[in-house]
């Protein structure tokens, strides 16, 4: 079989706008979609900065800005989130930043169904999902909902020209992340398998690049396309890299390196069950053994590269094999507490 011939294709529908110096038609875009009174939610800091100039060039559109979001959503910054939405009066929500800005979006419109308008600035793919997350104390809980899905997404690849090295590699190793699994889940479909192989081949071209030199425009617009699609193909579902990624979250692991770190673990423990996957990825990578060449890509990367350099605490050993067995994922493999064991003492 060359992709699942029984399937169903539940990739929302969004408007996309690509273009280099696209933010300057934020203050457009949010008239199509009627806010009048946009939040503008960033993460403090950088994300800030950026958020200032965006609040500004909404102008009267502006409800004001909301610097507070942290990875993971922790309950606590949801609250204070919809509480700004609330207080403000906003009607719609302007996401600038990484996932943990567009993450903090989708809480805020989770409960009160406001139109998103996100302007992504990391590979995470979030903007291209239905997917919530929030973390309540060890434990992550995420879901679907179509309000949480960005109604339109501005891409500006100007943006991303001063992403750091190690935001750059990591968000993209999470892209990869999504696109490898979307290439063995159940639910993929024609379209997902086809956006998950191109996705594959512009990072395998671009990502070490702007990872060495960030100011190469051409690659970053093409990272930024991937991570659309990367993000768009993780709507076809996940397994257990996704399940791994998202128990270590529960942790207060950081996302992206987590990711990134367990990746070609997974990778070598799946492609044998999944041959089509394998030929897709090693076609895109250039590469006869798949995981190799992700774990030498890793190795090129200023990111850690093994789960004791991120503060994994080994003792949390059973809890993680416990909850990723309970999901009793079998696609392409059975993830068994024994399996997930051997991973994570292989990624430690
Ligand atoms: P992030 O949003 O925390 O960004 C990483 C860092 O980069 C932050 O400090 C941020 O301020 C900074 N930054 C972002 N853009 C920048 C820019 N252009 N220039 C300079 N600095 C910049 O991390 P992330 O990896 O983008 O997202 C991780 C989060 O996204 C996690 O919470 C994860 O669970 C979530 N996520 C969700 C989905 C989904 O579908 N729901 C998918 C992937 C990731």
């Not at 906003?90 to 903090?104: C, K, N, R, Y």
């Not at 998103?116 to 239905?130: D, F, K, M, N, R």
């Not at 702007?210 to 100011?215: A, E, L």
């Not at 991570?227 to 128990?247: E, I, M, N, R, S």
């Amino acid at each position: 079989m060359t992709a699942a011939t029984a399937f169903t294709h539940d990739v929302p529908p969004q408007r996309v706008v690509f273009a280099s110096g696209a933010l300057a038609r934020v203050a457009q875009e949010a008239e199509r979609l009627n806010i009048g009174r946009a939040l503008v939610v960033a993460t403090p800091g950088s994300g800030a900065r950026l958020g200032n100039t965006v609040s500004d060039i909404l102008g009267s559109r502006s409800a004001g800005l909301h610097a507070q979001a942290v990875i993971h959503v922790p309950k606590a910054v949801a609250e204070t989130g919809l509480k700004a939405a609330l207080e403000t009066k906003a009607d719609g929500i302007v996401a600038v930043g990484g996932g943990a800005a567009i993450g903090l979006a989708k809480a805020i419109a989770l409960q009160t169904a406001l139109p998103i308008l996100a302007v992504p600035t990391t590979y995470s793919g979030s903007e291209a999902t239905p997917i919530y997350g929030m973390t309540d104390g060890q434990r992550k809980i995420t879901g679907r909902d179509a309000k949480v899905v960005p109604r339109t997404i501005l891409y500006d690849p100007d943006l991303t020209s001063g992403l750091p090295a190690a935001v750059s590699a990591a968000s993209g190793m999470n892209a990869i992340a999504h696109c490898v699994e979307a290439l063995w889940v159940d639910g993929r479909t024609p379209i997902t398998v086809g956006l998950a192989s191109e996705a594959m081949r512009r990072f395998a071209q671009g990502l070490p690049v702007v990872v060495v030199d960030g100011s190469n425009a051409a690659a970053r617009a093409d990272c930024l396309i991937a991570a659309w699609l990367a993000g768009t193909v993780l709507c076809a579902g996940a397994a257990l890299q996704h399940k791994l990624a998202h128990v270590l979250g529960g942790l207060g692991l950081p996302h992206a390196e987590a990711h990134a770190i367990i990746l070609p673990h997974v990778m070598r423990f799946n492609l044998e069950a999944a041959p089509e996957a394998k030929r897709r990825l090693a076609e895109a990578l250039g590469a006869g053994d798949p995981a190799d060449a992700i774990a030498r890509m890793l190795k090129k990367f200023p990111i850690p590269e093994r789960l004791r350099e991120i503060g994994f605490d080994l003792g949390k050993t059973e809890f993680i094999a416990d909850e990723v067995a309970a999901g009793a994922i079998v696609a392409p493999r059975p993830a068994t507490a024994g399996a997930v064991r051997d991973l994570l003492a292989a990624a430690y």
